[in-house]
């Protein structure tokens, strides 16, 4: 038991920034007794828990997988490197980052369990709140509709959650001295479901000591077979959280792909060639937030050559802002490589056009959006001075044509039938803006 202190493996940039009350409240680090541990096991996967095949997720502070150790198979999030060789699947970070990370690819588990620190200040999607009540908000997210957990707060925060969450609630147990005679924190544990219980439903709070927690394991198991059938459940667990672990190990690499000095990038320029690559994550997220499109055009620019763009900027400006829009990262040398690779571009291209001052107006046309009338045209009611919105494309054509031979004589040698192939700038002057 850590407590307050803050040492070893909590001193890093990550955890000293992780609440904003951390150097005056401490680490409030208190990890679970194990007969508690073995209480809430037992509660949620009955006397045989140690042969339950599913997940079983600790989000939000896992520690040495104190609450994990009566199942076999854990997962957790941790920030205190001191528990990096912790026996269970973990992702070392800030569950802060990682739950709206997890949240993102719908990764839901069907048990859930936590005991979070007390008293910080956290925040989660743009909310602020007590360590205890925010990590509440973060299950929600996180449980299966089916789901059960149980958590570990202390009283006020109990109290706080119950008030917001009662249909959820199926009891808590309120055990003295929980974490020990020095440890002056009035805890709970209550356990919960992924939806509501019913209405009219009051969760109510035992008051139970140590020796008293293994006969109140039935009573608690009853409570959860009220609310649907407790013979059926672990069937459609089992079955629920099947993509758990996969979708667990793509949220460890992508988070630690963020977090790295080196991040990957989605689109990056390799010798004057686009490189797409999207990580797993970003996969199946775009598809789950509808973006499939996006994941499909943007995979069309691996292997181009990046002058096509620096020849065309609006392209390339609309697929950095399609990028922006969906959050996907570009390193920033990969806009460097752009702007080198465009002011080669210029340099090769400009020279080798026939009247270039006209064709260098037209590409101008081509990076723009809309143009100012200089002249009254009535014909097409135009007006001097108005701001009119402008659209373009480039288009080609081929024609049939003959090529014929003629000798130095000037007779005609044979005559062959060529394609010809023109290359033009289609533009349409909309409506004024």
Request: with cysteine; proline share 4%; aromatic share 10%.
């Amino acid at each position: 038991m850590k407590g307050s202190k803050i040492n070893e493996g909590l001193v890093t940039d990550e955890f000293l920034a992780s609440a904003a009350n951390v150097w005056r409240k401490g680490a409030q680090q208190f990890f679970t007794p194990a007969p508690l541990a073995q209480f809430i096991a037992r509660c949620l996967a009955g006397e045989n828990h140690a042969e339950y095949k599913g997940p079983v997720y600790d989000p939000t502070g896992s520690g040495d997988g104190a609450l994990l150790r009566f199942f076999p198979h854990g997962y957790g999030n941790e920030i205190d490197r001191d528990y990096e060789r912790a026996p269970h699947t973990k992702i070392m970070g800030d569950c802060q980052k990682i739950v709206p990370l997890a949240k993102a690819i719908d990764m839901q588990c069907s048990m859930i369990v936590a005991n979070p620190p007390f008293g910080l200040t956290w925040e989660y999607e743009e909310r602020r709140g007590r360590s205890a009540q925010v990590a509440w908000w973060m299950i929600q997210d996180l449980l299966s509709n089916d789901g059960i957990g149980a958590m570990i707060v202390p009283m006020d925060d109990y109290l706080q959650i119950r008030e917001a969450c009662e249909q959820r609630i199926v009891a808590s147990v309120r055990v003295p001295q929980m974490f020990g005679p020095n440890v002056r924190a009035d805890c709970v544990v209550f356990f919960f479901t992924g939806s509501d219980i019913g209405y009219g439903h009051r969760a109510e709070t035992i008051e139970a000591a140590w020796d008293d927690l293994s006969s109140l394991c039935q009573t608690i198991s009853d409570k959860f077979t009220r609310w649907y059938c407790w013979s059926y459940r672990p069937a459609r667990a089992e079955k629920a959280d099947e993509d758990f672990p996969e979708k667990f190990d793509m949220l460890r690499k992508e988070f630690r792909n963020r977090e790295s000095a080196q991040r990957r990038s989605v689109v990056a320029i390799r010798n004057n060639k686009i490189k797409v690559h999207f990580s797993a994550y970003d996969q199946v997220r775009l598809v789950i937030e509808g973006h499939e499109s996006v994941l499909k055009r943007v995979s069309l620019l691996d292997g181009q050559s990046v002058f096509q763009f620096a020849r065309d900027e609006a392209e390339w400006q609309d697929v950095m802002a399609l990028a922006r829009e969906v959050d996907l990262y570009i390193a920033p040398e990969t806009f460097a490589a752009y702007e080198k690779a465009k002011a080669k571009g210029d340099f090769l291209f400009a020279p080798l056009i026939v009247r270039s001052e006209d064709m260098l107006g037209l590409a101008e046309l081509r990076n723009s959006r809309e143009i100012r009338c200089i002249k009254d045209c009535p014909e097409h009611g135009f007006r001097a001075g108005e701001v009119y919105a402008l659209e373009s494309e480039t288009f080609r054509r081929v024609e049939e044509a003959e090529n014929v031979a003629v000798s130095a004589d000037g007779k005609q040698i044979n005559t062959t039938n060529v394609e010809r192939e023109y290359t033009g700038l289609r533009i349409r002057i909309g409506e004024s803006l």
